[in-house]
C-alpha cells in the first residue's frame, strides 16, 4: 500500500525520486506518477493535513473508483487469543480471514499479516501501519528520539550525539540528505 502522502512530503523538501522511493519503501515510477499527477491537478505541496490518505488516493486517481477496505488487524488481541487458545500464527490468520469476510472487509495475505504481526510485537513503543515503511517508521522513531533531546543538558549531551551519529549512519546508508528529511534543524 503505498503512502502518497508521504510521497509528496519528501517531494516537497527537495529529495530525488530515487531517495523517496527508498524512504517509502516503493518503485521510483509510482514516485513519478504521484508527483506527476499532483502537478496536474495543481494539489498544494506539501498535503494539508485536512485531507484524508483515502480523499488524496482519490484525487490523485479519480478513476479509479473506491476500494474495498482491509480489516486492520489488531495485533494484540489476535496474539493474546492465540496464546490462550494454543494455536499458531497460520491459525491465527486464518481467524482473522474469517473475521474480515464476515465482516465485509478484506482480509491481507498471510505474509504481509506475519509482517504487521512481527513488527506490532517487536516495537509496541511505535506502531507501524499497513500503509508505513520500515523507513518512515524509522525516522518516526527518530523524530521522536530527538524530541527528547529539546535542550540536552551535559549530563546528556554524549547520548544525544550519539543518537546524531546514528542518524547520519542511517541517511548515509541510504543515500539520504538528513537536512531533507527533518528540515533544516532536526528535532
Not at 23 to 30: E, K, Y
Request: aromatic fraction near 14%; glycine fraction near 4%.
Amino acid at each position: 500500500m503505498t503512502n502518497y502522502r508521504a510521497i509528496l512530503l519528501y517531494y516537497s523538501k527537495g529529495n530525488t525520486t530515487t531517495q523517496i522511493a527508498t524512504i517509502c519503501d516503493c518503485s521510483r515510477t509510482t514516485v513519478i506518477r504521484a508527483v506527476k499527477r499532483a502537478k496536474q491537478i495543481n494539489l498544494p505541496l506539501p498535503v494539508s493535513n485536512k485531507i484524508t490518505d483515502k480523499e488524496l488516493y482519490f484525487m490523485l486517481y479519480p478513476g479509479r473508483g473506491p476500494k474495498k477496505e482491509y480489516l486492520k488487524p489488531d495485533i494484540w488481541a489476535i496474539d493474546k487469543d492465540r496464546k490462550k487458545r494454543s494455536f499458531n500464527k497460520y491459525r491465527a490468520w486464518q481467524k482473522y480471514c474469517r473475521v474480515a469476510k464476515r465482516d465485509g472487509y478484506k482480509a491481507y495475505g498471510k505474509s504481509w499479516f506475519y509482517k504487521l504481526y512481527y513488527d506490532k510485537l517487536n516495537s509496541p513503543c511505535v506502531p507501524l501501519t499497513a500503509d508505513e515503511s520500515e523507513n518512515i517508521r524509522a525516522i518516526r522513531v527518530y523524530s521522536i528520539l530527538k524530541g527528547n533531546y529539546k535542550q540536552p543538558s551535559d549530563f546528556l549531551r554524549p547520548s544525544y550525539m550519539l543518537l546524531e551519529q546514528e542518524i547520519d549512519e542511517w541517511c548515509k546508508k541510504r543515500r539520504l540528505d538528513k537536512s531533507k528529511i527533518w528540515g533544516a534543524t532536526v528535532g
